[in-house]
């Protein structure tokens, strides 16, 4: 198992965020953590790459766990792809894809990137070699994240993690970063907060719901119109996509959404 987090707690400050929560990816497979905002998701993806330190439980990388790991063997199990956003300090394409490096650097080398054929080849998989030299800031929103990739791919670590990675994009550019994220075949711990998405690029979706994991399981399974009702506060049909015949979400308001408890939610889904 590539990742692997058992009971998981997170506090902010003295408040729980998240409770008791069990989540695992296996090689190769594409894993989806939705819910409402505020429900804990960022919070719980932190614990992975040691932004946050659980409270509560076990989070494994590998086998190992990632309290007994060093921040550099971390980063070498597991590169993260955060929300698009322009950097405080505007470095070329380039520069940035070379920080990819870094975890496999000794202590006096630096990540610039000038020959290196692990940053070309990276640039090449997401079709950004022509915009090496070009500032990030210059780039639209679809490109910077398509760096951000590029970045965790020379980085050369087995997982990738996605915090809302479509977020601010345009369809095709959600769509072309989804494609490219698939395409790659590497285990992938990605939240998402548009739910087609999820059920098109995922494998497996996990739901979190007030702090805790209410359902897991296949995207049809566990999307049910009940819990996207429950859980999201929508209704919600389902439907065949005409041209994927996959999963399709058809959304409408839904006054006074249920409060269902926790424990009712995700019956014959597994858990």
Same mark, same amino acid.
């Given at each position: 198992?590539? @990742?692997?987090?058992?009971?998981?707690?997170?506090?902010?400050?003295? &408040?729980?965020?998240?409770? $008791?929560?069990?989540?695992?990816?296996?090689?190769?497979?594409? +894993?989806?953590?939705?819910? /409402?905002?505020?429900?804990?998701?960022?919070?719980?993806?932190?614990?992975?790459? =040691?932004?946050?330190? /659980?409270?509560? #439980?076990?989070?494994?990388?590998?086998?190992?766990?990632?309290?007994?790991?060093?921040?550099? $063997?971390?980063?070498?199990? &597991?590169?993260? %792809?955060?929300?698009?956003?322009?950097?405080?300090?505007?470095?070329?394409?380039?520069?940035? %894809?070379?920080?990819? =490096?870094? /975890?496999?650097?000794?202590?006096?080398?630096?990540?610039?990137?000038?020959?290196? &054929?692990?940053?070309?080849?990276?640039? $090449?998989?997401?079709?950004?070699?022509?915009?090496?030299?070009?500032?990030?800031?210059?780039?639209?929103? #679809?490109?910077?994240?398509?760096? @951000?990739?590029?970045?965790?791919?020379?980085?050369?670590?087995?997982?990738?993690?996605?915090?809302?990675?479509?977020?601010?994009?345009?369809?095709?550019?959600?769509?072309?970063?989804? $494609?490219?994220?698939?395409?790659?075949?590497?285990?992938?711990?990605?939240?998402?907060?548009?739910?087609?998405?999820?059920?098109?690029?995922?494998?497996?979706?996990?739901?979190?719901?007030?702090?805790?994991? +209410?359902?897991?399981?296949? /995207? &049809?399974?566990?999307?049910?119109?009940?819990?996207?009702?429950?859980?999201?506060?929508?209704?919600?049909?389902?439907?065949?996509?005409? *041209?994927?015949?996959?999963?399709?979400?058809?959304?409408?308001?839904?006054?006074?959404?249920?409060?269902?408890?926790?424990?009712?939610?995700?019956?014959? *889904?597994?858990?």
């Amino acid at each position: 198992m590539r @990742l692997a987090l058992s009971g998981v707690g997170v506090r902010i400050g003295s &408040a729980p965020i998240v409770m $008791e929560c069990d989540l695992a990816v296996a090689d190769g497979e594409r +894993v989806g953590l939705v819910g /409402p905002n505020g429900s804990g998701k960022t919070s719980l993806l932190r614990t992975v790459y =040691r932004a946050l330190d /659980p409270f509560a #439980g076990r989070v494994a990388l590998s086998g190992d766990d990632v309290t007994d790991l060093s921040q550099r $063997e971390v980063a070498r199990r &597991a590169a993260l %792809v955060a929300q698009d956003s322009t950097p405080d300090f505007d470095f070329t394409v380039e520069e940035v %894809v070379a920080m990819g =490096r870094g /975890p496999w650097l000794g202590a006096f080398e630096s990540a610039t990137g000038g020959g290196d &054929a692990k940053v070309t080849a990276a640039l $090449e998989r997401v079709r950004l070699t022509e915009h090496r030299a070009r500032r990030l800031s210059t780039l639209s929103g #679809g490109e910077r994240q398509r760096a @951000l990739v590029a970045r965790a791919l020379a980085q050369e670590s087995p997982l990738l993690l996605l915090d809302e990675p479509t977020n601010h994009l345009d369809v095709y550019a959600a769509l072309e970063l989804l $494609e490219l994220v698939r395409d790659l075949g590497r285990a992938t711990l990605c939240v998402l907060h548009d739910l087609n998405l999820a059920a098109a690029y995922c494998d497996r979706l996990y739901v979190l719901h007030r702090g805790r994991i +209410v359902a897991d399981g296949p /995207p &049809a399974e566990v999307l049910s119109p009940e819990l996207v009702r429950t859980v999201f506060g929508v209704a919600c049909t389902h439907l065949t996509h005409p *041209v994927t015949g996959g999963l399709l979400l058809a959304f409408s308001p839904h006054q006074g959404a249920s409060a269902a408890p926790v424990a009712a939610l995700g019956e014959g *889904v597994n858990r």
